[in-house]
Nanobody, 125 residues
Framework: QVQLVESGGGLVQPGGSLRLSCAPS????????MGWYRQAPGKERVLVAVIGRGGVTTYGDAVKGRFTISRGDRGNPAYLQMNNLKPEDTAVYYC???????????????????WGQGTQVTVSS
């Protein structure tokens, strides 16, 4: 069964940048959409960003203007470039993917069935 493999994350100071990447464990697999959710301690998991075929994107309100999601030329891997990081961005970030063709806006409350293992992002001085 295909899995999502994440990399990136770590500790960064406020105002700094990090980049996450995510790719399927089977390289020939292409998902309709890929994205990230995050979960901070004691809070629900929320959408960060998602990108569909053709480069259509949806971002969570908290990251608009600071984060950019993209995909490789052949659809893999997906990247999340995070700039101007704030302490409130501290969370575990989970890659997510779906084969179903649907609007990226629908991912706000309905993630895909494929999940990565999660990677910790800590923003602290």
């Amino acid at each position: 069964q295909v899995q999502l493999v994440e990399s990136g994350g770590g500790l960064v100071q406020p105002g700094g940048s990090l980049r996450l990447s995510c790719a399927p464990s089977i390289s020939r697999v292409r998902f309709h959409a890929m994205g990230w959710y995050r979960q901070a301690p004691g809070k629900e998991r929320v959408l960060v960003a998602v990108i569909g075929r053709g480069g259509v994107t949806t971002y969570g309100d908290a990251v608009k203007g600071r984060f950019t999601i993209s995909r490789g030329d052949r659809g893999n891997p997906a990247y999340l470039q995070m700039n101007n990081l704030k302490p409130e961005d501290t969370a575990v970030y989970y890659c997510n993917a779906d084969n179903r063709v649907r609007p990226t806006t629908s991912f706000a409350n309905n993630p895909g069935p494929y999940w990565g293992q999660g990677t910790q992002v800590t923003v602290s001085s």
